[in-house]
T-cell receptor
Framework: DAGVTQSPTHLIKTRGQQVTLRCSPKSGHDTVSWYQQALGQGPQFIFQYYEEEERQRGNFPDRFSGHQFPNYSSELNVNALLLGDSALYLC?????????????FGPGTRLLVL | GEDVEQSLFLSVREGDSSVINCTYTDSSSTYLYWYKQEPGAGLQLLTYIFSNMDMKQDQRLTVLLNKKDKHLSLRIADTQTGDSAIYFCAEAGNQGGKLIFGQGTELSVKP
């Protein structure tokens, strides 16, 4: 039973560039949530995708956008990168988007912006 | 608002019990989770509890919930060096599937 997978594992970009991160959910799951974890902090919710639509969004600017594909995999795009975007980006999957649906996390993508 | 708070550090000796504490603010019925994060890794779900329960036990893990004080604790019995990690408490948000995390408690287990 494949768990949540993310790619790439590490990424280095420079300020102003754009980045795309990818996530495949756990087998049988249809909902993907994205979180940003800065060093020494807890994860912060970016947004959640269900049925190929953004269902809920946290306090992140429009530079952060996403997409969900018919096979439930998802992408996170960040435009005009800032130094402060350096973080571990975590993807989590669940069955359904309701409150209380248990979320399972992938290993994360570590993004460094220089 | 929605906020989750944890103490930042805990140090115990191998074989002792560890107790990690968390407070949350949402007054509605909710789900509360404990995740473990090892260095350089993602989050591993350890256990969860619904707010109509007082306690949940799963092998070496015991979760206690005091709903009146909005206080959650995770007890790890017979703590081992492999339990050294950062432990996150998380609350399901008011709407949808958003999780609100605390800052994490770094557990250090000394031999």
């Amino acid at each position: 039973d494949a768990g949540v997978t993310q790619s790439p594992t590490h990424l280095i970009k420079t300020r102003g560039q754009q980045v795309t991160l990818r996530c495949s959910p756990k087998s049988g799951h249809d909902t993907v949530s994205w979180y940003q974890q800065a060093l020494g902090q807890g994860p912060q919710f970016i947004f959640q995708y269900y049925e190929e639509e953004e269902r809920q969004r946290g306090n992140f600017p429009d530079r952060f956008s996403g997409h969900q594909f018919p096979n439930y995999s998802s992408e996170l795009n960040v435009n005009a990168l800032l130094l402060g975007d350096s973080a571990l980006y975590l993807c989590a999957s669940s069955l359904g988007s309701s409150k209380g649906e248990t979320q399972y996390f992938g290993p994360g993508t570590r993004l460094l912006v220089l | 608002g929605e906020d989750v708070e944890q103490s930042l550090f805990l140090s115990v000796r191998e074989g002792d019990s560890s107790v990690i504490n968390c407070t949350y603010t949402d007054s509605s019925s909710t789900y509360l989770y404990w995740y473990k994060q090892e260095p350089g890794a993602g989050l591993q779900l350890l256990t969860y509890i619904f707010s109509n329960m007082d306690m949940k036990q799963d092998q070496r893990l015991t979760v206690l919930l005091n709903k009146k004080d909005k206080h959650l604790s995770l007890r790890i019995a017979d703590t081992q060096t492999g339990d050294s990690a950062i432990y996150f408490c998380a609350e399901a948000g008011n709407q949808g599937g958003k999780l609100i995390f605390g800052q994490g408690t770094e557990l250090s287990v000394k031999p």
